[in-house]
């Protein structure tokens, strides 16, 4: 193809190709937090704690501690067939993010403006701040990996 010049307008000078100059943009300041340090969990089942849910047993995974608290991370084991009487409370947790991952077994909740839900072995769901939820069933083999932040959280029941 043959190029075109074209011919500057009466009055306006030829503009000139200039080379822009970029500028990097700070970074915002980083967080500080302590460094955090390396850990290992192997699964033995004398490590699963029975006091956090009377249905439930939770193996801490050594997160919090190597994090400083910045996150936890836990298996939860399901001890006990559902009822809707002990496990079904409407509840929210006061959390930056949440996700939690199906390793065995399935798990329904029913999410505030979002329904009812049922994951499987190799599902994952993310539960944004403060989202009201409440178990619906699970199998009796169910097991779920909790991530967490921060380490420290408040559950809310509702009424």
């Given at each position: 193809?043959?190029?075109v010049?074209?011919?500057?307008?009466?009055g306006r000078?030829?503009a000139?190709?200039?080379k822009?100059?970029v500028?990097?943009?700070?970074?915002?300041?980083?967080?500080?937090?302590?460094?955090?340090?390396?850990?290992a969990s192997?699964?033995?089942?004398?490590d699963?704690?029975?006091?956090?849910?009377p249905?439930?047993?939770?193996?801490?995974?050594?997160?919090?501690?190597?994090?400083?608290?910045m996150?936890?991370?836990?298996?939860?084991?399901?001890?006990?067939?559902?009822?809707?009487?002990?496990?079904?409370?409407?509840?929210?947790?006061?959390?930056?993010?949440?996700?939690?991952?199906?390793?065995?077994?399935w798990f329904?909740?029913?999410?505030?403006?979002?329904?009812?839900?049922?994951?499987?072995?190799?599902?994952?769901?993310?539960?944004?701040p403060?989202?009201?939820?409440?178990?619906?069933?699970?199998?009796?083999?169910c097991e779920l990996?909790?991530?967490?932040?921060?380490?420290?959280?408040?559950?809310?029941?509702?009424?």
């Open positions: 193809m043959a190029k010049k074209r011919k500057a307008k009466a000078p030829k000139k190709k200039t822009k100059k500028v990097a943009k700070s970074a915002a300041p980083a967080k500080t937090h302590k460094p955090q340090r390396f850990t192997h699964h033995r089942d004398e699963f704690d029975y006091g956090l849910r249905y439930s047993a939770y193996r801490d995974l050594g997160i919090a501690g190597a994090t400083h608290g996150v936890q991370a836990h298996v939860i084991r399901m001890t006990k067939p559902f009822t809707a009487e002990e496990v079904a409370i409407p509840h929210y947790h006061d959390v930056e993010f949440q996700m939690v991952y199906v390793l065995k077994g329904s909740s029913e999410f505030e403006g979002q329904g009812v839900h049922t994951f499987y072995a190799g599902s994952c769901w993310i539960q944004p403060k989202i009201k939820h409440t178990v619906r069933g699970y199998s009796d083999d990996l909790e991530i967490v932040l921060p380490a420290d959280f408040e559950t809310v029941t509702l009424k």
